[in-house]
Every structure is written in C-alpha cells, then in structure tokens.
C-alpha cells in the first residue's frame, strides 16, 4: 500500500499519533491492578505493582514516549494527541492515587496528591533516563527502587517527619 493509504483512517497526523497514545495506553493500563493483600506487605504489594508498570513500559512504551514529547510542547492550537495523552495520564494519576489510598490509608487527601506527584514524576524521569540510556538501564530494578522510596516517603509522611 502507498503510504498516503494511511489518511483512509486517520485524518492527520497528530490523529494517528493520538490514536497510538490511546492503544499503547490501554495496554500500559491492563498493567496498573494493585496485588491483592495475599501478596504479602504493603512494601511487597508496592513492589509488585512497580515492577508490573515498568514491565507494562518496556513491552509498550509509545503512549508515554509520545505523550512526554507531546507534554512538553506548547503550541496556540492543543494538537489532538497532547489532549488524549493529558486525558489518559490524567486516568493513570486517578488510577495511582485509588491504590495509594489503599495501601496508606493513614494518609490524608494531601498526602496522597503529593505522594501521586512523587511517584508520577519519579517514574517519568527514570523512563526518560531509560530512552536515553538505552537498554543498559534496568527500568525494572528502578522502579523497584523507586517504590520502596515511595513506601518510604509514604511511611515518613504518615508519622509526620516528612510534608
């Protein structure tokens, strides 16, 4: 087929790009279900669900490969594709937040939002040192980190040494 048969299901661009956010998304999503309290502690069940995100990313990067490009643009006119990634990244932070309340139900509303922040900005910066990286950096082992520094935090904003 010519390339130009692309456009027989797309208008643009930027509504294939929107459309690609939107699959890889729904993949990367079917991987955000919090483990189960069998799965062992809260520290665990954090675990668990980090290294799933971080699988989920590995397998199927482009809705946030896309979508931080997207992000950090600003033009007059919102391109389809930023809109469908703010939507989505905006059902991850709701989806993030359900679990945080979860496991830290000691936290209060502003613990959980800033706890969500956190741990949403320090899983894009260890993707983004991951695309830069390349496959030397072990996105798996970071998240794992990562979550265990966000049970930290989580615990230390709990007995009010950390706000």
Do not use: C
């Amino acid at each position: 087929l010519p390339a130009s048969s692309i456009y027989w299901h797309f208008k643009d661009k930027d509504d294939l790009i929107a459309a690609v956010i939107e699959r890889s998304f729904d993949t990367w999503l079917a991987a955000m279900e919090l483990p189960g309290e069998e799965t062992g502690t809260t520290l665990e069940r954090i675990t668990v669900f980090a290294t799933n995100l971080a699988k989920s990313l590995v397998d199927a990067p482009d809705f946030l490969r896309l979508g931080l490009m997207l992000a950090l643009e600003r033009r007059p006119v919102e391109p389809r594709g930023r809109t469908v990634f703010l939507q989505v990244r905006e059902t991850a932070r709701l989806r993030i937040s359900e679990a945080a309340r979860t496991l830290f139900p000691e936290l209060d509303e502003d613990a959980i939002r800033t706890l969500t922040i956190y741990g949403l900005a320090g899983a894009d910066g260890l993707f983004v040192q991951r695309e830069t990286g390349g496959d030397s950096v072990d996105l798996v082992a970071l998240f794992e980190l990562h979550a265990r520094l966000v049970h930290e935090a989580a615990r230390l904003m709990a007995t009010g040494e950390a706000r």
